[in-house]
């Protein structure tokens, strides 16, 4: 176990992407709280506590709530809040559907966005009954 | 000692800068001392009385050094709480408080932006989440989508529900010489307007406007003193809950719920003893929101309410009665213009949009995505 007076060696952030660049959404569980959190942080935000175990996520999620976005430019895409079984939420984008037709409620797989270039990889979602 | 007492201090001055297009090369600060000029002026005092100062703004963000400098005054006591668009409702209660300790006699607070002329995302940044930027969502419009799709899921409410609030918010507007819109608007227009974030239009978003505007606030004792009718503050209460609207526990239920509570049970007055709601609607979803958590209708009703109860001129219950950040003036931070428009409402000087015979009003802020609520309940000498 680590305390405050011992130096952070890698971020939150960083670990995060590490799992995502191994091909998983990961998440940080306090063992103090007995529950996951998101956004990944330093600390438990429910206890303070710093014992915190990242576990891997099966990946499967509800669709909590969502939006559309049709940019000037470009193609519409979709912005979407997913609740993981885990018990944590994020925000994300749900793909594989039209961004129009993403409906509340909707069991969704996540998939790794591999961004090109310097950009690092995030996690988006697809309908759990999709052609893969 | 016992802070926040119920009508300890009172708003004895009130003003609004230039709004809407503002001429060009005008500051922020330009705009503040204006409104602060304004509004002493309008309390029958002068800068040299003013010993406490309460401002913030992203532009400039070291906000009561500008006021400062610019009109050459040294105020023993300064506050730049900063919660987005509710700081002025807690920076009254901050007031009240400093008043009551002896920290200062007259504050004012102020605010200011140029949004338009400057342009919007200059003034007001964002800042980046790495766990939501690489999404793209449009933000703040974004994040009310969400909590409006959320909305909609749960209680059915409707589009043609969220564009009743943006009719009625229009409706008040064209009876307020200062607002920005001046024509009339249709549940259809705002339906077919241009879509910002589904199922949000431009139409169910606020203006991008310049303005500020500033109010004098002083003891009761020493408002009674002054020329103006003196709006008592009764009670308020303030609630944070996340900055980003990923780490939004309920995108259904805002911490007005929790604010307005604490506000309500200080003026000891409930929902239905208030003759004037004004909220802050940066989007239509919001009236919704706050109507609900403020208590004027039970969660999830708020859709059928703005339909049916009504809340223009004509309706039932009076809410953003100078056309509000939808058609009136939305220069950012838009929560001390509420203040503006509740103190007019108790004084009765609000010509055809006056509401008749107001002795109590809420006025109820929102800061960043739902993030930060604060409500102050205000009311005339015969709430005392």
Not at chain 2, 8 to 34: C, F, H, N, R, W
Not at chain 2, 360 to 378: D, E, P, R, Y
Request: glycine residues 10%; aromatic residues 6%.
């Amino acid at each position: 176990m680590s305390g405050w007076a011992e130096r952070a060696t890698i971020s939150p952030l960083e670990t995060f992407r590490e799992h995502l660049r191994r091909g998983e959404l990961a998440f940080p569980y306090s063992l103090e709280a007995q529950r996951a959190f998101f956004f990944p942080r330093l600390a438990c935000p429910y206890t303070g506590s710093e014992r915190i175990e990242w576990r891997v996520s099966r990946g499967l999620g509800t669709v909590y709530a969502t939006t559309w976005i049709r940019p000037r430019e470009g193609d519409a895409y979709n912005v979407a809040l997913v609740d993981v079984d885990e018990g944590f939420r994020l925000m994300t984008r749900i793909e594989g559907v039209a961004p129009e037709s993403v409906a509340i409620g909707t069991r969704v797989r996540v998939r790794i966005h591999e961004a090109p270039g310097e950009e690092a990889p995030y996690p988006v979602f697809v309908p759990l009954d999709s052609a893969k | 000692m016992t802070t926040n007492r119920r009508g300890s201090v009172a708003i004895v001055g009130a003003a609004e800068s230039d709004l809407g297009a503002v001429a060009a090369g005008l500051s922020p600060t330009d705009l503040m001392a204006q409104a602060v000029l304004r509004a002493l002026r309008d309390a029958g005092l002068s800068p040299h009385d003013v010993d406490g100062l309460f401002a913030c703004a992203s532009q400039p963000r070291m906000t009561t050094m500008a006021i400062c400098e610019y009109l050459r005054i040294d105020p023993r006591h300064h506050d730049v709480t900063y919660m987005g668009g509710s700081s002025f409702m807690t920076q009254l209660a901050h007031a009240q408080a400093a008043i009551e300790a002896g920290l200062c006699e007259v504050a004012v607070i102020a605010y200011a932006s140029t949004q338009r002329s400057s342009g919007r995302n200059l003034v007001s940044p964002r800042e980046p989440n790495p766990y939501e930027t690489p999404y793209r969502p449009v933000l703040p419009a974004s994040a009310y989508a969400l909590a409006a799709s959320r909305h909609m899921h749960q209680y059915g409410t409707t589009r043609e529900q969220l564009a009743a609030v943006a009719v009625a918010a229009r409706e008040w507007a064209l009876l307020n010489p200062a607002a920005w819109e001046k024509q009339p608007l249709t549940i259809e227009e705002v339906l077919a307007a241009r879509m910002v974030s589904y199922p949000l239009t431009v139409r169910d978003a606020c203006l991008v406007t310049d303005g500020g505007g500033a109010i004098v606030v002083t003891s009761a004792s020493r408002a009674r003193s002054l020329r103006r009718e003196p709006v008592y503050l009764l009670g308020s209460g303030e609630h944070l809950s996340h900055v980003s609207i990923s780490s939004m526990p309920d995108l259904t239920v805002t911490g007005a719920a929790r604010s307005g509570g604490i506000a309500y049970r200080k003026a000891g007055l409930s929902p239905s003893e208030i003759d004037v709601v004004e909220v802050y609607d940066a989007f239509t979803i919001c009236t919704i929101l706050f109507l609900e958590d403020l208590g004027f209708c039970p969660k999830g009703e708020g859709g059928r309410f703005v339909v049916e109860r009504g809340i223009g001129p004509k309706g039932g219950l009076p809410v953003n009665t100078n056309g509000g950040g939808l058609s009136y003036c939305h220069p950012g931070q838009y929560g001390l213009l509420l203040l503006i428009e509740a103190t007019r409402q108790l004084r009765g000087e609000c010509g055809e949009r006056q509401v008749a015979g107001a002795e109590t009003a809420i006025a109820h802020g929102n800061g960043g995505v739902l993030s930060s609520q604060s409500t102050v309940i205000l009311g005339t000498a015969a709430t005392l």
